[in-house]
């Protein structure tokens, strides 16, 4: 069973708060991954990391940020959140040389009013 | 560049029928290829996943998968469906560059009728 914690699962906020999805894994990876999720639609990848002190962005353009300071610890903070904001973000891990395998948190669902 | 088509939005079955689901891709190369399953309020679990070799490839809860590269697809079966199956269904390709950088289809939600 995969060791990968997302907190908070629902936050309802109003414009403008600033906002951090905490995701923590247990696994030692090397690579984490935010990803967003919109009903009907396919999870976009929106960042990612091969290590500490390492981010990139991913394919969908965000106006989130991240950090990688520990190996265990990736978190997405928006500095002033929007209705437009308003979806699931998933984090996940994988190890290098490992199968590929993504192994996924519970999600975190943002609504933003 | 790379991508995913899953087809169908929506399928519904009977519990113990038999279950197709389509995926088929676009990428240059022999790609990595998962399914993943999503239960409501949850996050992804791999199903099963293709690199090489048999190209049936066989995963958790009875399911399984054909690689049919003449056909960029990657359907997902299962011979009898479980009320407990209903779930929404991603397949996903990934880059054989070490990256794991997945592209996901946009998934199929399956209900299933006792």
């Known amino acids: 069973e995969a060791d990968i914690y997302q907190t908070p699962r629902y936050l309802v906020i109003g414009t403008g708060k600033k906002i951090t999805l905490e995701c923590s894994q247990t696994?030692?990876?090397?690579?984490m991954y935010w990803y967003q999720q919109d009903p009907g639609m396919e999870l976009h990848l929106i960042h990612y990391s091969y290590g500490v002190n390492s981010t990139e962005k991913g394919d969908l353009s965000s106006e989130s940020t991240v950090s990688r300071i520990r190996t265990e610890h990736f978190p997405l903070t928006l500095e002033s959140a929007r209705p437009s904001h308003t979806s699931q973000y998933l984090c996940?891990?994988?190890?290098?040389?490992?199968?590929?395998?993504?192994?996924f948190g519970e999600g975190s669902r943002l609504t933003v009013l | 560049a790379q991508s995913v088509t899953q087809p169908d939005i929506h399928i519904t079955v009977s519990e113990g029928a038999s279950l197709e689901l389509r995926c088929n891709y676009s990428y240059g190369a022999t790609p990595y290829l998962f399914w993943y399953v999503q239960s409501p309020g949850q996050g992804l679990q791999l199903l099963l996943k293709?690199?090489?070799?048999?190209?049936l490839v066989q995963g958790i809860k009875g399911f399984e998968a054909e690689f049919k590269r003449s056909q960029s697809s990657f359907n997902l079966r299962k011979p009898s469906v479980h009320w407990s199956d209903a779930a929404e269904y991603f397949c996903a390709v990934g880059a054989l560059d070490n990256t794991d950088k997945l592209i996901f289809g946009t998934g199929t939600r399956l209900q299933v009728f006792p």
């Open positions: 293709y690199f090489s070799g048999d190209t």
């Open positions: 996940a891990s994988s190890e290098w040389g490992g199968s590929g395998e993504l192994f």
């Open positions: 696994m030692g990876h090397d690579k």
